[in-house]
Nanobody, 120 residues
């Protein structure tokens, strides 16, 4: 059974940076697509970034966020720079055993989320 555990969230001022981590266990290999999604209060869950052999980003985070993966550690990272209050959300790590996708319903495995709060 695939398990995902996120960490690294917190409170940061606008313009600051955070790095989120997602530790995976239970069989996710390089063939898995790993994604980051976020959900703000009262809003739908939205795609942030994904990685398999290629990378994909939401337009709202391009140039500010970087997704990466350390296969030896079974860990995926989301480096977030130049944060603004609109980035405030609960950030989720997700996995699917297929190609890149921005659709949350196509991901079978989810972590519990880590809160990111950006103050102005």
């Amino acid at each position: 059974q695939v398990q995902l555990v996120e960490s690294g969230g917190g409170l940061v001022q606008a313009g600051g940076s955070l790095r989120l981590s997602c530790a995976a266990s239970g069989g996710t290999g390089r063939t898995y697509t790993m994604g980051w999604f976020r959900q703000a209060p009262g809003k739908e869950r939205e795609f942030v970034a994904a990685i398999r052999w290629l990378l994909s980003y939401a337009d709202s985070v391009k140039g500010r966020f970087t997704i990466s993966r350390d296969s030896a550690k079974n860990t995926v990272y989301l480096q977030m720079n130049d944060l603004n209050p609109e980035d405030t959300a609960l950030y989720f790590c997700a996995a699917r055993n297929s190609g890149l996708s921005p659709n949350s319903y196509e991901y079978a495995y989810w972590g519990q989320g880590t809160q990111v709060t950006v103050s102005s």
